[in-house]
């Protein structure tokens, strides 16, 4: 086991490359200057800009700039903006934010998709498992932007106009309570397509002839379910939550903008207007790293559930 982690970790070596590679030739590749940006409306003297633009190698072609980036990379700079502030300041709190937005969908994800999941599959053709199916093209359907505004107008000013408040229509409030709403509309969609995956995977699994003589031998229903059936079926189900962890961290620009959360995905918006090519590439690159953690994680998760899987 050992060697697989080790594995794994070389093999993402190359990976986390090509993708600061690709994402740095995309933000270099982008019309306008960072420092002309900086000053905004303003003018900016001559002999200023060409001090900002040779001290952040601006100048240089670019895998020269390219190369000054990875080397600062490899001793835990992830570069300064041409503000001088630097990127890992920026990304501290905000990285914060991120992670409790994409835990708190996560945790709804699980729940929710998993326990209708199995509810519809142990219903299947009954009038119950027919509207699940319904909900979740439903959700499928509707965009998170439409979702956000929606869940905004309802549950956030109609329930306060009537005295009630229970979800913050904008902004952090200190508590988890300014998580729930953005949570929920970040992972509407994966919601609908766990619980599907679930359903679909549970079936085939009650379908399977080991579940069959445990029937025969008279084990409890929820025991072949719960332990036996539910347990095998779970693989694929591990392997969509490990994957979507990262997509739930890297698709919060429109969430945490309509809800006005001070996370990666806002500061990511507002580093590729400004140009800002260090913020965008540390950001991702950061990103990158919690997706291919996050499928390790799953990697090794087979092993528990599945103890025939063995990584040689």
Avoid: C
Avoid at 63 to 87: E, I, K, M, R
Avoid at 149 to 171: C, E, H, K, M, S
Avoid at 271 to 296: D, F, K, M
């Amino acid at each position: 086991m050992g060697r697989y982690v080790i594995r794994r970790l070389i093999q993402a070596i190359p990976i986390v490359l090509g993708t600061t590679l690709l994402i740095y030739a995309i933000v270099f590749a982008l019309p306008g200057d960072p420092v002309t940006a900086l000053a905004g409306d303003r003018r900016i003297d001559s002999h200023i800009v060409d001090v900002l633009r040779a001290r952040y190698h601006l100048n240089d072609p670019f895998l020269v700039q390219y190369w000054h980036y990875l080397a600062g990379l490899f001793h835990g700079n992830f570069g300064v903006t041409a503000a001088g502030v630097p990127v890992t300041e920026i990304m501290a709190g905000k990285f914060q934010v991120t992670v409790n937005l994409a835990v708190t969908a996560l945790a709804m994800e699980a729940v929710a998709g998993i326990g209708l999941g199995v509810y519809a599959a142990l219903r299947h053709g009954r009038a119950q498992d027919s509207l699940i199916l319904a909900a979740t093209l439903v959700l499928v359907s509707i965009p998170a932007l439409v979702t956000g505004f929606v869940l905004q107008l309802l549950l956030g000013v109609r329930l306060r106009q009537a005295g009630i408040d229970l979800f913050p229509v904008a902004g952090l409030t200190g508590d988890w309570r300014g998580y729930l709403l953005p949570g929920f509309v970040l992972a509407g969609t994966s919601i609908a397509y766990l619980t599907r995956l679930t359903r679909t995977s549970l079936m085939e699994t009650l379908r399977a002839d080991y579940i069959r003589t445990a029937v025969a031998k008279g084990l409890p229903r929820r025991r072949v379910v719960g332990r036996h059936a539910l347990r095998n079926a779970l693989i694929p189900m591990v392997t969509y939550l490990g994957a979507d962890l990262g997509t739930l961290m890297g698709g919060a620009v429109i969430t945490e903008t309509i809800f006005n959360l001070p996370g990666v995905g806002q500061q990511l918006f507002t580093s590729i207007y400004l140009r800002e090519q260090p913020v965008v590439v540390g950001a991702v690159t950061v990103l990158v790293l919690v997706y291919i953690l996050a499928n390790l994680v799953v990697d090794l998760l087979y092993a528990v559930l599945d103890p025939r899987i063995r990584y040689e």
